[in-house]
Each structure stands twice: as structure tokens, then as C-alpha cells.
């Protein structure tokens, strides 16, 4: 674990003949004791900053903040107490350190335009349990809140179904993606379609060394991807993730170049119970070969991919845009985020997809399968390059950020913009240092 996680309050000494009061002022003895403790500043507590956080000009439900921190505060993170501020009132929050950075969760519904304050103080440490892990698995990193799974990444080579080409072969991809309650809604290697790998990130129409390259088909033995390594893997109260490494390997012959060196950024956030699950994937790509590399314009393009579970058909799925377009006449058009929700005997599940203001060629083009594709399962994608090229130019870095909640039962479209507005534009975070810091 690259970062040791604790979360810190201050409990008052108690003194013996305080808890031996008779029965009908016990709980007003406790009913104080509460009051104390999250009203008061613990004389032995040091306060580092005030933060407030403004909502945006939507209601936003358990969002994930993050702001900067200084370095003298990251040098005694492990002595670190967080409380929210309400009419007068401390209570506790569940913080982590990681990167540089503070993150919580603002819990609950906030309201548009509403400010929460929050107090940064330094004090007796009390460790948090890390409800947010990251496990390993049989060659691959299982990302769990409590004892729920979350999804799967496949650092290890996963082959595919007996008899299947082994040019089919892949690492580096998410699969299987669970539902709050369980469901696993992506699907891997379905019939026909061998190289579709739960939700990954590849390029099918490509320039590179004046060569068309796929990264995307592998039955065409142009290209393939492969994890390479672990930048880091992080668990804490707030999120756990992992950074990782790709490359994107061209083959010409028996010979393999690296194209793209590609970095995957995925942190999962703490639900607390909810019945939808928050996490980002955020990928960065720079040219391996002083060639540098085009994406070519093409009708799938890469991106985010994802195939669902085989058992979300035409008859018992939906699929809308922001733009309010449906499977019927989504393919082709741009959007802000999409969202595929399906039933099963299981119940009723989904993901909702949002793209980034700051990505390529937003908002972004959507690859979604017509209804009456491959047994009417669903494959979609954005697609960045389906109107035009993206050229990759050597020594520069490119970044494709998402955001994705899966969720139970089902999302309105008016959660769904509320959910994006948090996402693209988040709740606006102010801090005071205390002086001298």
C-alpha cells in the first residue's frame, strides 16, 4: 500500500465516578458527552485550516472532493482530524491523503448553491479502518468497499475460451464489473467477438511508421495492448485504485515496437451503503517511438470501451444520451454521457458513462450497437476520432478522462445531468490556513 490512511477524532477522558451515575442520569451523562464531542475544539487540537465547498447549480448527491494540501500538513497526515461544520455542531469525516491531495466525500444531498464548511485539524491520532481495499486476486486487483466487490482489473494475461485463437489473448482491462448488488454486467470474449474485453481502451484505425495499425481487432495481427506494471495501489477510507501501465505494441512480422505508452488513473469512492457505485477512469498517453502516431478518422475510433452482460438484449434494456437519444438513434451522435440500463430475474441494473469537458473532440462521439446487432447485446463506446483524426505527437502527453456510476434499479435523467454537472463541474473548494502555515 503506497499511502498509510487514518482518520482521526478526539474522544474526552471520562472520569470514574462519571460512569457510575444512576440509571435515570446515565444518558444525560452520555447525551452530553455526544454534545461535547462534536461541538468543541479538544484543547489538544491544533487547527490547520477552515475549507468550504459550494455546490454548483445543481443539487450534487455524495460527491468526492478533493484540494491540494501543504506540505508541511502531507508530512503529519497521520495525525490529521476532519470534521464538517453544522449549526455549531463537529462531526467527524472520514478523510485520506494520497497524491498530494485531501480527499472526502461531501455525503448526502447538497442543495445548488449551498456551502458546507469543514475544519482541518491536528491531533490525536485514532486509525480509520481502509473500507475501500484493493485486493489481489489470481493475477488481477479486485477493488472492494466492505466486503463488496467493485470491479476487476486484469493485469495478468486472460486467455480465451478453449479451441479460440490464442492471438486473442489480453491483459490490461476491467472485467467483471459488479453491481451494488452483485450483478456483473460487463461480458468478455463474447461469441463473434472474441477481442471485446469488459470495459478497455483500445485504437483500431491508426498511422504509425506510415503503416495502418490496429490495436483494436486481433485477429488482424497488427497490434495488441499489455499491461507492463503497477505505478501504484492505494487503499484508505475515502478510495482505494491503482495506477498502471499499458503498452500499445505494433507488430510488423515477428518484430514488436511500442506505439503508445498509456497510463490507467482508476480510484473508486466510498458509496457508504448507497445503492450506486462512483469511480473515475482517467487514461494518459504519450508517443513511445519519435514517430509519434494518428488516429485515424474511422466509425469505431477507441476511447472508452464497453461490452455488457450477454444477457442485456434488445428486450430488456434501454440506452440513453444526454441528448436524449435512445438505441434506436444513438449511433453517431455526440453526448456528454451515456446510460445503459438492463433487467434481468436478477433485478434491475446499470452504468451510467460520463465524458470530460477536457477531452478530445467533446463532446465526444458515441459507438452504440443498433438494436438488432449481434443477438441485440450492447457494445458502445466514445469515440473520439469517429469525426475526425487526433494526432499524437512525441514528447507530449494526451489524457481521456471518465467517469462511471453503476447502479441499482435505475437513474432519471434528471440524476443523471446532476451526477455530470458534479463530474464536470465540481463543487467549488476554498480553504483558510491557520497562520504560520
Known amino acids: 500500500m503506497k499511502n498509510r490512511q487514518l482518520l482521526s477524532f478526539h474522544v474526552f477522558p471520562v472520569q470514574q465516578h462519571d460512569l457510575r451515575c444512576k440509571p435515570a442520569r446515565f444518558k444525560l451523562c452520555i447525551a452530553l458527552l455526544?454534545?461535547?464531542s462534536t461541538t468543541a475544539l479538544p484543547v489538544?487540537?491544533?487547527?490547520?485550516?477552515?475549507?468550504?465547498?459550494?455546490?454548483?447549480a445543481r443539487q450534487c448527491v455524495n460527491v468526492p472532493v478533493s484540494t491540494i494540501m501543504k506540505d508541511v500538513v502531507i508530512a503529519i497526515q497521520d495525525s490529521l482530524q476532519f470534521f464538517e461544520i453544522q449549526q455549531g455542531r463537529r462531526t467527524p469525516v472520514p478523510l485520506q491523503v494520497s497524491g498530494g491531495y485531501l480527499y472526502w466525500i461531501m455525503d448526502g444531498k447538497t442543495a445548488p448553491g449551498k456551502i458546507r464548511t469543514y475544519e482541518l485539524s491536528k491531533g490525536s491520532p485514532v486509525p480509520a479502518i481502509a473500507r475501500m481495499q484493493a485486493k489481489d486476486s489470481a493475477g488481477a486487483l479486485v477493488l472492494e468497499e466492505g466486503k463488496q466487490h467493485l470491479l476487476q482489473y486484469n493485469?495478468?494475461?486472460?486467455?480465451?475460451?478453449?479451441?479460440?485463437?490464442?492471438?486473442?489473448?489480453?491483459?490490461?482491462?476491467?472485467?467483471?464489473?459488479?453491481?451494488?448488488?452483485?450483478?456483473?454486467?460487463?461480458?468478455i470474449h463474447p461469441e463473434g467477438h472474441w477481442h471485446h474485453v469488459g470495459i478497455w481502451n483500445p485504437w483500431t484505425h491508426t498511422s504509425f511508421k506510415g503503416k495502418e495499425t490496429d490495436f483494436w481487432n486481433l485477429h488482424k495481427k497488427e497490434g495488441t495492448v499489455r499491461f507492463k506494471g503497477f505505478i501504484s495501489r492505494t487503499q484508505g477510507p475515502v478510495w482505494c485504485g491503482f495506477q498502471a501501465l499499458h503498452d500499445h505494441i505494433a507488430f510488423s512480422g515477428k518484430q514488436e515496437t511500442v506505439a503508445i505508452n498509456e497510463e490507467w488513473d482508476v480510484k473508486a469512492f466510498n458509496s457508504d451503503g448507497n445503492t450506486s457505485r462512483i469511480w473515475d477512469i482517467d487514461n494518459t498517453m504519450s508517443c513511445a517511438d519519435t514517430a509519434g502516431i494518428t488516429f485515424l478518422q474511422y466509425r469505431y475510433g477507441g476511447g472508452f470501451g464497453l461490452r455488457t452482460t450477454a444477457e442485456w438484449k434488445a428486450a430488456n434494456s434501454k440506452v440513453l444520451t444526454s441528448e436524449g437519444k435512445t438505441r434506436k438513434d444513438a449511433d453517431s451522435t455526440r453526448a456528454r454521457w451515456i446510460k445503459i440500463t438492463g433487467r434481468t430475474d436478477k433485478g434491475e441494473a446499470g452504468i451510467l458513462v460520463m465524458s470530460h469537458p477536457s477531452n478530445y473532440d467533446y463532446p465526444q462521439p458515441v459507438r452504440v450497437w443498433p438494436e438488432n446487432n449481434e443477438r441485440g447485446e450492447i457494445m458502445m463506446n466514445f469515440s473520439p476520432t469517429k469525426m475526425k483524426p487526433?494526432?499524437?505527437?512525441?514528447?507530449?502527453?494526451?489524457?481521456?478522462?471518465?467517469r462511471v456510476i453503476v447502479f441499482t434499479n435505475d437513474l432519471s435523467k434528471e440524476e443523471a445531468e446532476e451526477a455530470w454537472e458534479a463530474y464536470a463541474k465540481p463543487p467549488q473548494v476554498t480553504v483558510s490556513w491557520s497562520a504560520g502555515l
Open 34 to 36: 455526544l454534545l461535547l
Open 44 to 56: 489538544s487540537a491544533q487547527l490547520l485550516a477552515r475549507i468550504s465547498v459550494k455546490a454548483g
Open 155 to 187: 493485469y495478468n494475461i486472460v486467455e480465451p475460451p478453449a479451441g479460440v485463437d490464442t492471438v486473442y489473448r489480453r491483459s490490461g482491462f476491467i472485467h467483471p464489473l459488479w453491481a451494488p448488488d452483485g450483478q456483473v454486467i460487463t461480458n
Open 390 to 402: 487526433w494526432q499524437l505527437k512525441y514528447g507530449q502527453t494526451y489524457r481521456l478522462c471518465y
